[in-house]
């Protein structure tokens, strides 16, 4: 780092606030798409699960 660089607002942020990269959509899309998911594989391998141990 040298004298002419600024020091960033967040030295634990590599990113600045208009740098950093984002996800299309909203946080409840993609929040409810990841409780679905977690749901279905869970609901999955109980099903796996119980085919198997009979």
Known sequence: MTDSDP????P???YYPSEAPG???SGR???A???ALMILL???FGVLSLLFSL
Do not use: E, Y
Not at 7 to 10: A, E, F, L, R, T
């Open 23 to 25: 996800i299309p959509g």
């Open 29 to 31: 899309k993609w929040f």
């Open 7 to 10: 020091d960033p607002n967040n």
């Open 33 to 35: 798409l990841l409780l």
């Open 42 to 44: 869970g609901a999955s």
């Open 12 to 14: 634990l942020s590599p």
